[in-house]
């Protein structure tokens, strides 16, 4: 889910695993050949430029569709010059071991998918010695980029390992912000503490959130927590309704106890005051499942994943 310290894991693990890495934020939609260049251009950039110190710029400066300026180097998407990833993954992966990191790669979505997938295919069978993470915060989309269960996909039949991370318990919430205070020099009541993470439940970027602006101001009190709260759940509510205003009302349904597909298709149609086919309705439930906000619990029956839309939406 989102907010739950992917990204936080993935820079810890980086810095400490003493291997070169590049990582990308694919926070757009790659679905152009000129969007996928670039971003290969940065990955192999940051490689050139952190760790190789310009070895990469020699090993890849005669081939037809590269570009070399000092150490960053450019891939061309041009059809007459385009250079072919497979082959410039190939060389480099003869410089040793290395990890190319892709933060929110389900935004690869789209007509590039197969191209996208291939390249990862074609490293995991041939470049022993890059390894890729890919990170998501909408894990069905993910899923659905990969097709690692889908006799048509590149990857499938490929072993991937899988970290999924869930949100802090209530103890682990509490020794967090204890232990983030404690290290700023700040007293705080404990029972503020349990409040916050009663508000906030084990969600770390919204307990972040609050750590920062109790820091800034000097002081943890309440007004301070509901503060933190109320931005938290517009926020949680914008993000929501960018995609559709269909999605709240289904999820509102869910949040006030109506759990079963029949219950939140009555609730639905009374929000819409117009009669909801059920292909319909599978559609709009089947995207909040992909984008993480809803999960199924047993045969047509669904829970929400976000302790904080579930919590603000209880009060609507």
């Known amino acids: 889910m989102r907010r739950i310290g992917k990204t936080s894991v993935l820079k810890v693990f980086l810095n400490e695993c003493g291997m070169p890495y590049s990582i990308i934020d694919v926070r757009g939609p790659i679905k152009s050949y000129k969007s996928l260049y670039s971003m290969f251009s940065n990955v192999i950039t940051q490689l050139n430029s952190k760790f190789y110190k310009g070895i990469l710029s020699n090993l890849l400066k005669h081939i037809n569709g590269v570009r070399i300026f000092g150490f960053e180097i450019a891939l061309s ?184 597909w029949s219950e939140i298709k009555d609730y639905f149609e009374r929000k819409k005051k117009t009669v909801v086919y059920d292909s319909e309705l599978k559609r709009y439930i089947d995207n909040l499942i992909m984008r993480g906000y809803i999960t199924r619990i047993r045969r047509g029956e669904y829970e929400i994943l976000d302790p904080i839309l579930k919590n603000t939406l209880t009060k609507i």
């Open 77 to 260: 998407w041009d059809i007459r010059e385009r250079v072919d990833l497979q082959s410039i993954l190939d060389r480099i992966n003869d410089l040793g071991e290395m990890v190319i990191a892709i933060d929110e790669a389900q935004n690869f979505r789209g007509n590039l998918n197969e191209v996208v997938t291939q390249i990862l295919a074609h490293c995991y069978d041939y470049c022993r010695n890059i390894s890729f993470i890919l990170t998501g915060s909408e894990a069905g989309l993910l899923y659905d980029l990969l097709r690692i269960d889908q006799p048509n996909s590149p990857l499938y039949g490929r072993h991937l390992e899988e970290i999924r991370l869930e949100r802090f318990s209530r103890d682990t919430s509490i020794n967090f912000l204890k232990k983030g205070f404690s290290e700023y020099g700040m007293k705080v009541d404990e029972d503020l503490i349990i409040y916050a993470v009663e508000k906030l439940d084990g969600v770390v970027g919204w307990l972040n959130e609050l750590g920062a602006k109790a820091v800034k101001r000097g002081i943890l009190n309440k007004e301070i927590i509901d503060e933190t709260m109320e931005k938290a759940s517009k926020i949680v509510i914008e993000e929501l309704t960018h995609f559709s205003r269909n999605y709240l009302h289904i999820v509102e349904a869910i949040a006030k106890g109506y759990s079963s």
